[in-house]
């Protein structure tokens, strides 16, 4: 057993946006390292330039170095924002000329070009900005050191809103792209939802090629089913082809039995046992009737060489079907007669087939009725393009439950009558449909007995009688 395979949109999504979201954090962390090297570039410049302005007011007087604080550029970095500011001058000795004590430096590293790095003092984190200088005197000159730290919180705050806005931007990006594709590969996939219902609505015997519209990437699967509909149609022509020729070829050999039995039974003498002859003569009968059964129902199926589409005049088909059936209902004592009907009730099909089908039905109300019922055939004015038949009788019904089965091939419901094949309902279906129309059954007259009804389209003879040759 195979778990539920994941849907080709769903597989697509997946692969877009699994790598795309890489692409996302790539882009998100590169956005941390450029908001981190901007943050430093802005702030260090302020930083440097408070380190400047402290250095330029150190002066060497009497051998000592002093310093007049700028106050104004100090206050420069710590007014506009929430960090603290500190500050030192360190003489060439590294005693403290002024400021705070213990601010870091960077061990070992000398030069004049002014030196930025992290560090932590007092409990903060701090950015601090480092720049030796040489004071002059009159008696000789001395070196000093500058250092000015700032605490980071404001540089964070820069970097938090750049990485978030990036994030922002990133995820409504990526839910665009999840959207798009969803919409996309909706409208890309709609011809196969076409193509699914094609094949869905297809009727098990209509095997003709599919002609649906779809894309290049599906027109080979296309061509697959359709070949593999190719090889069923001709198979299944075959069947039937073979069906159709073998029940023909069993009519001979059937009368032939037929016709010797009659004749030993006609010379048969009184003293003679007939019984074992008469019942010979009944299975002969009931291998005649399948095999004529099977022949109308090879025609009757598509392919099977019937459906001459030509218009016949329904209304007289049906009459003659009924008239031809008086005599096996007066063998019985059912009462057969026709009722209603118009001039008009015109149907475009196969007169042969369309007789077959009421003759299947008729059978089937004589058979199943008990002596001295009615059967009616009853035939409606066509209307709304359609005419109705129905087929009543008085016998024992069709049981609402084995009412959708007996139209199965050779299903029959237990204890019916010997000698049918089951076969009846399923040929008159098959021809009904194949006409356009359709069957079902009802409750015979007064809820008693049954009545099939069939629906055919037709077309209206009301003053065409140029329709019907
Ligand atoms: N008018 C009816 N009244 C009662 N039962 C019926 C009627 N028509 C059909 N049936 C039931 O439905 C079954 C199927 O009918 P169907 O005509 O398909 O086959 P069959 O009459 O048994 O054989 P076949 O018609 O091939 O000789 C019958 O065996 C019978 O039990
Ligand atoms: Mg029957």
């Not at 057993?1 to 769903?10: H, N, Q």
């Not at 009368?255 to 003569?281: C, F, M, N, W």
């Not at 088909?317 to 009730?345: I, S």
Request: neutral net charge; glycine residues 10%; aromatic residues 6%.
């Amino acid at each position: 057993m195979t778990g539920r395979s994941w849907s080709l949109r769903s597989r697509l999504i997946a692969w877009l946006l699994l790598p795309l979201s890489l692409l996302a954090a790539a882009m998100v962390a590169a956005a941390y390292f450029n908001a981190v090297y901007s943050a430093n570039r802005a702030y260090d410049r302020i930083l440097l330039a408070s380190a400047l302005a402290i250095a330029e007011r150190v002066v060497l007087e009497d051998g000592d170095l002093d310093v007049d604080l700028p106050y104004v550029a100090l206050e420069m970095l710590s007014s506009s924002t929430q960090d603290r500011v500190f500050y030192q001058v360190i003489d060439g000795k590294g005693g403290i000329v002024t400021g705070y004590r213990g601010i870091p430096n960077l061990a070992g590293v000398v030069t004049n070009e002014p030196v930025f790095f992290n560090a932590a003092y007092r409990g903060f984190d701090v950015r601090v900005a480092e720049l030796t200088r040489t004071a002059r005197g009159r008696q000789g000159n001395e070196q000093f050191t500058v250092r000015v730290a700032q605490t980071t919180s404001e540089r964070r705050r820069l970097v938090r809103e750049i990485v978030t806005g990036a994030i922002i931007g990133l995820v409504i990006v990526l839910a665009l792209v999840g959207i798009i594709t969803w919409v996309g590969i909706t409208w890309g996939l709609a011809p196969l939802g076409s193509l699914r219902s094609a094949i869905l609505n297809r009727s098990s015997e209509d095997l003709r090629p599919l002609a649906t519209n779809v894309p290049r990437e599906v027109d080979s699967l296309v061509a697959s089913i359709n070949s593999l509909m190719a090889r069923l149609d001709e198979s299944l022509q075959t069947m039937r082809r073979f069906i159709a020729d073998a029940s023909h070829q069993l009519k001979s050999p059937l009368a032939g039995l037929r016709t010797q039995t009659e004749v030993i039974l006609k010379h048969s003498k009184p003293e003679d046992d007939r019984g074992p002859y008469l019942e010979l003569r009944q299975l002969i009968l009931r291998a005649s009737h399948l095999v004529d059964q099977l022949l109308t129902m090879a025609r009757a199926e598509p392919g099977g060489g019937g459906y001459a589409k030509e218009p016949v005049d329904f209304e007289k088909l049906a009459k003659n079907v009924t008239m031809a059936w008086v005599p096996r209902a007066l063998e019985k004592a059912v009462d057969l007669g026709f009722e209603g009907g118009t001039r008009g009730a015109v149907v475009r099909g196969d007169p042969t087939l369309l007789e077959e089908m009421l003759a299947n039905l008729i059978d089937n109300a004589i058979i199943y009725s008990p002596e001295n019922s009615d059967v009616t055939v009853n035939l409606g004015a066509p209307w709304n393009d359609q005419v109705v038949i129905r087929v009543e009788d008085a016998g024992k019904g069709i049981p609402e439950s084995e009412r959708g089965r007996v139209f199965d091939r050779f299903y029959r419901p237990a204890g019916s009558p010997a000698g049918g094949c089951g076969l009846g309902l399923a040929i008159v279906r098959e021809i009904a449909e194949q006409h356009g129309g359709a069957v079902r059954l009802l409750d015979g007259k007064n809820g008693k007995g049954t009545s099939v009804e069939i629906r055919l389209p037709c077309i209206s003879a009301a003053g065409r009688p140029d329709i019907l040759q």
